[in-house]
C-alpha cells in the first residue's frame, strides 16, 4: 500500500524497531503539520493508508471528498473526535486504533507537578544565567493532590502521588467516584470542595463532547492562591480562555500544562507560555520510546492485517 505518515515531528519513525513492518509498502513521511485543506489533499491525494499520530491531524468530511484513493486509517492509540467516522463510513474508509498502556503520560503528569512545587526550571535557568538560588520550593508529601478523572491514567497518577505521601482525592463523574473508594482512594464531598480543598489538580480526562469546557472559570476561581493546576490531557478540558485569566489573576497560584487548543505551537506564540506562573510543555506526554514502539507498531500491523483481509482492530 502507499501509506503516508504525517506529523513526525523528530523525524523517529522511520528509526522505530517497528517501521520493519512496513517494509512491503510504500512509505512517505511529513515531519511536520499542516491544516490548510488543499495542502492536506496535496499530501495525501495517492495514500490508501493514513497513520495518524494521535490526534494530530484533523480528518473531516471535506478532505475525504478529495482523497478517493485512500482505504484506510490507522491511529495510533485509541481514536478520538479528530476524525469524522461518519464521514469515513460514507466514504468507504475503514478505521482502526490501537491502544497504550498511558504510563508515559502518568511520568510526565507527576514531573509537571514536581518541577512546579520546587520551581525546577527558573532555578536551573538562575544557574546556567550565572547564579544560584532564588526561591524556595515545596514538597509533594503532605499536600492534597488531586485528581480529575480516575480512569487509566487517573489511577496510575493516584497510586504514584500516594507513594510520594501526598493525601489523594478524586473527583469525577459518580462511576469514577464509586471505583476511586473501592480502591481505597478518597473522594471529594463536591466539586466546589475538591476545587477550593487541594493543593496540586491533575486532570486526567478523555475530551469528549460531554467533558469539553468542563473546567470552568469559577472553578478556577475558587483554588487556592498557591495551588498548581497540572493538565497532561487536553486543553478543551478548561473554558476557553479561563486558565490565562485565572493565573493573571492569582487563583491558581501557577499552571504546568503540555496541552494547547492548536498545536504546535511555534515561536512562543500562546499566551500562556509568556506567563511567569505557567510551566509549558510541548505535548510530550506519550512522546517516550517504548511508548512510541507500542503505539505505531499496533498502527503498522493494523495496516498489515487490512492488506491480509483481517481488522481486529476496527473501529468502522
Not at 508529601?141 to 500516594?162: A, D, N, P
Not at 473522594?187 to 487541594?198: L, M
Amino acid at each position: 500500500m502507499r501509506v503516508v505518515i504525517p506529523d513526525d515531528y523528530q523525524d523517529c519513525v522511520r528509526h522505530l524497531k517497528c517501521f520493519s513492518k512496513l517494509e512491503r509498502h510504500d512509505v512517505t513521511i511529513y515531519n511536520d503539520t499542516v491544516h490548510d485543506l488543499d495542502q492536506l489533499v496535496e499530501r495525501f491525494k495517492d495514500a490508501q493508508a493514513i497513520v495518524l499520530t494521535r490526534e494530530r491531524t484533523v480528518i473531516q468530511r471535506q478532505l475525504l471528498e478529495r482523497l478517493p484513493n485512500l482505504q484506510l486509517i490507522s491511529q495510533t492509540g485509541k481514536m478520538a473526535s479528530h476524525v469524522d467516522l461518519k464521514a469515513c463510513q460514507d466514504h468507504g474508509v475503514v478505521v482502526m486504533e490501537g491502544r497504550g498502556t498511558g504510563s508515559a503520560t502518568t511520568e510526565l503528569s507527576l514531573l509537571l507537578i514536581l518541577a512546579a512545587l520546587r520551581n525546577f526550571v527558573p532555578e536551573v535557568n538562575r544557574l546556567k544565567d550565572g547564579q544560584w538560588q532564588g526561591s524556595v520550593g515545596r514538597q509533594l508529601h503532605g499536600k492534597t493532590l488531586g485528581v480529575y478523572g480516575f480512569g487509566r491514567i487517573g489511577e496510575q497518577v493516584c497510586h504514584l502521588g500516594s507513594a510520594f505521601g501526598a493525601k489523594v482525592l478524586v473527583w469525577g463523574r459518580p462511576t469514577s467516584l464509586q471505583n476511586a473508594k473501592e480502591k481505597g482512594f478518597s473522594v471529594a464531598i463536591s466539586r466546589e470542595a475538591f476545587f477550593s480543598q487541594c493543593d496540586v489538580i491533575s486532570l486526567q480526562l478523555r475530551l469528549t463532547p460531554e467533558t469539553k469546557y468542563l473546567v470552568t472559570a469559577q472553578d478556577l476561581a475558587s483554588m487556592k492562591t498557591d495551588a498548581v493546576l497540572v493538565n497532561t490531557s487536553r486543553a478543551e478540558l478548561i473554558e476557553a480562555g479561563a486558565l490565562v485569566q485565572a493565573l493573571k489573576n492569582g487563583r491558581p497560584g501557577f499552571a504546568a500544562v503540555d496541552v494547547y487548543e492548536n498545536e504546535p505551537i511555534y515561536n512562543a506564540n500562546h499566551p500562556l507560555v509568556n506567563l511567569p506562573n505557567c510551566l509549558c510543555a510541548p505535548h510530550l506526554g506519550f512522546v517516550e520510546q517504548e511508548n512510541y514502539e507500542a503505539y505505531f507498531g499496533i498502527a503498522f500491523e493494523n495496516i498489515n492485517a487490512f492488506c491480509d483481509g483481517q481488522m481486529p482492530n476496527r473501529v468502522i
